[in-house]
C-alpha cells in the first residue's frame, strides 16, 4: 500500500513559466513533509521541507504547500529554469527514528 | 568534501552469488540508512542504523543482512542474490532522528542479478 503518492510520472514546462508538483498521503500521523531532487547518475539531494504546523514554506524560487486535511502538497517552482530538469520526490515521516516514506517521484522536463 | 560515498558504483551478479555493498560518511552522522529505488516505487527503506552497532529493518527488508560495526560505515549484504534484487541501491546518512534534518545521499549502485 503507497502510502506517499505522487500520481504524475512526468511533468513538461516551458522555462519561466510555473511548475506545479503534486503529492498525496494516507497516513494521518505523518507530520514532515520534504522534497528532494535527484539529477541521472546522482544521489536525491534536500530541496526543501515543512511541518504540519505550517501550511507555507518558501525558498527562493521554491514553495511548498501543505493542505493537512486533504492530505496533500505541493511544491511550486517560480520561474522554472532549464536546470530544474530532474525527478522530484516527495517523503513524508511521522518522527519514528527518522525514517522517510517516499513517494514514486515526478520526472520535471523544463524547455528553453 | 566527499559526503557519502558507495562502493561499487555497478555490479553484475549471477542468482545465487554474495556480495557486500559499502557505505562511508566522513560527517560524523549517527544515522544511516539503505534504500532500494525501482522504476514506479520511489525509494524504499531496506534497513537503518540509529548508530554504531545498531540496526533496524525498514519496509523491504527481506534478503538483506546489514552490520555498523564503524560509526562512518554501514554495509549491506545479500547472501544469496535473486532476480528481484535487480536494482539502484542508495545509501544515506543525516546528523539525528530529527524529522525535517535531510538525509544526505550518495551517488547509488546499480546491482544487476542475471
Known amino acids: 500500500d503507497q502510502q506517499v503518492k505522487q500520481n504524475s510520472p512526468s511533468l513538461s514546462v516551458q522555462e519561466g513559466r510555473i511548475s506545479i508538483l503534486n503529492c498525496d498521503y494516507t497516513?494521518?500521523?505523518?507530520?514532515?513533509f520534504l522534497w528532494y531532487k535527484k539529477y541521472p547518475a546522482e544521489g536525491p539531494t534536500f530541496l526543501i521541507s515543512i511541518s504540519s504546523i505550517k501550511d507555507k514554506n518558501e525558498d527562493g524560487r521554491f514553495t511548498v504547500f501543505l493542505n493537512k486535511s486533504a492530505k496533500h502538497l505541493s511544491l511550486h517552482i517560480v520561474p522554472s529554469q532549464p536546470g530544474d530538469s530532474a525527478v522530484y520526490f516527495c517523503?513524508?515521516?511521522?518522527?519514528?527514528?527518522?525514517?522517510?516514506?517516499f513517494g514514486q517521484g515526478t520526472e520535471l522536463s523544463v524547455k528553453p | 568534501n566527499a559526503g557519502v560515498t558507495q562502493t561499487p558504483k555497478f555490479r553484475v551478479l549471477k542468482t545465487g552469488q554474495s556480495m557486500t555493498l559499502l557505505c562511508a560518511q566522513d560527517?560524523?552522522?549517527?544515522?544511516m540508512y539503505w534504500y532500494r529505488q525501482d522504476p514506479g516505487m520511489g525509494l524504499r527503506l531496506i534497513h537503518y542504523s540509529v548508530g554504531e552497532g545498531t540496526t533496524a529493518k525498514g519496509e523491504v527488508p527481506d534478503g538483506y543482512n546489514v552490520s555498523r560495526l564503524k560509526k562512518q560505515n554501514f554495509l549491506l549484504g545479500l547472501e544469496s542474490a535473486a532476480p528481484s534484487q535487480t536494482s539502484v541501491y542508495f545509501c544515506a546518512s543525516s546528523p539525528d532522528r530529527g524529522p525535517l534534518r535531510p538525509q544526505h545521499f550518495g551517488d547509488g549502485t546499480r546491482l544487476s542479478i542475471l
Open positions: 517523503a513524508a515521516s511521522d518522527n519514528q527514528g527518522g525514517k522517510l516514506i
Open positions: 560527517m560524523n552522522h549517527e544515522y
Open positions: 497516513n494521518s500521523m505523518f507530520d514532515y
